[in-house]
């Protein structure tokens, strides 16, 4: 299989995050303030095709989408220059978007489905796991490399992975219960020493905090787990989280006090670490019933807001993140399910991925008086 990266470039600009309220501090602890950007003010531009449906894709650190199920990469300001992606793409028309942002790198290696993806949190590296029971990694910043320069085959399906901050490490998700921790230079591999510690099914989602001292892990047993990042031990179970459902992934806030959780009950709910409270619930998705699909729930770039997609609807469902007020669905234009969904953590603007092969890029256009 292939895989494909698009490439949002950072300017290195001050991101503004939400005013004082549940989530008052970035991760440096600051108080911060923002502009509130609503969900319909975003606007489609894209619609970069694969041959199969597209069931993953993820941002680096910089903001900067890849999606997958081939792996192949984007150049949202292929001039190098370092200006804005927003500001670039508010004035181009859909097909000059997709003119001027086109796939740079196409990254050939796996024998199955790409399942998960993570980039190196420095280096130009990509990592990808996939249906073929390995962990690639990739660099994408040698244009005639199209294979893995690293691997490691693992005993199961790969379902989710994590680059460690500082990149020397990488936690593994699979189909089995026991949580890998795995050194990328020597790849030794690391467990809990206490097998409790262990989820009891297969492991859907694994997220490092952005200090490292924290993870969290969510499992089709229908638990959240927070371990510590040094021990490698579990701190916390948060037992039947969505009621017994499946969790289908499990984030940190910025200031790493909070977790944003979302399950096959169709709800997503924000979780505080101290306590090991829920302290909002987003409940109004999937009024048919319960989904039958994994996605996930997400902050937008300031954390005012809670997306998640609808699968029966094919919609973006959005609420305030501290009140829970739904706000208005926003059609996604897909003719089949939302598998993923990536907000960049900088900049206003997100990406959906589906079965029907296709990718579709957001933003929210400027406005000028």
């Not at 921790?181 to 297969?202: E, G, K, R």
């Amino acid at each position: 299989m292939s895989i494909g990266i698009m490439d949002y470039n950072h300017t290195g600009n001050p991101v503004h995050a939400m005013p004082i309220g549940i989530m008052d501090c970035n991760h440096s602890g600051n108080p911060v303030h923002a502009m509130s950007i609503g969900i319909m003010d975003y606007n489609h531009t894209g619609n970069p095709v694969h041959a199969m449906p597209i069931g993953i894709m993820d941002c680096n650190h910089s903001g900067n989408p890849v999606h997958a199920m081939s792996i192949g990469i984007m150049d949202c300001n292929h001039s190098g220059n370092p200006v804005h992606i927003m500001s670039v793409m508010m004035n181009e028309t859909a097909q000059q978007n997709m003119e001027n942002h086109p796939v740079i790198r196409t990254l050939y290696d796996h024998v199955d489905e790409v399942t998960c993806l993570a980039f190196h949190p420095t280096e130009q590296i990509l990592a990808s796991g996939s249906r073929d029971y390995t962990l690639k990694l990739f660099d994408y910043s040698k244009p005639s490399a199209k294979r893995a320069f690293k691997y490691i085959q693992e005993a199961e399906m790969l379902r989710s992975i994590s680059f460690h901050p500082s990149g020397d490490f990488i936690l593994v998700g699979t189909q089995h219960p026991t949580l890998r921790l795995y050194d990328i230079n020597t790849f030794q591999c690391f467990v809990s020493c206490n097998p409790q510690d262990q989820h009891t099914d297969a492991i859907c989602s694994v997220n490092y905090n952005a200090s490292a001292n924290m993870y969290v892990t969510g499992s089709k047993d229908g638990c959240i787990k927070l371990w510590d990042g040094v021990s490698n031990r579990c701190i916390t179970t948060f037992e039947k989280a969505h009621d017994g459902a499946e969790v289908c992934s499990a984030i940190f806030s910025k200031n790493s006090k909070y977790i944003l959780s979302s399950g096959k009950d169709s709800v997503a709910k924000l979780w505080e670490i101290s306590t090991g409270r829920t302290l909002v619930k987003y409940t109004g998705a999937g009024l048919s019933g319960r989904q039958v699909h994994r996605t996930q729930a997400v902050f937008n770039h300031t954390e005012d807001y809670v997306l998640l997609p609808d699968e029966r609807t094919i919609s973006l469902c959005c609420w305030d993140s501290r009140t829970a007020e739904r706000r208005n669905l926003l059609s996604l234009g897909h003719n089949s399910i939302v598998r993923c969904i990536v907000h960049s953590p900088t900049n206003p603007g997100f990406m959906t991925c589906s079965d029907d092969y296709r990718a579709r890029f957001w933003y929210r256009r400027s406005t000028t008086d």
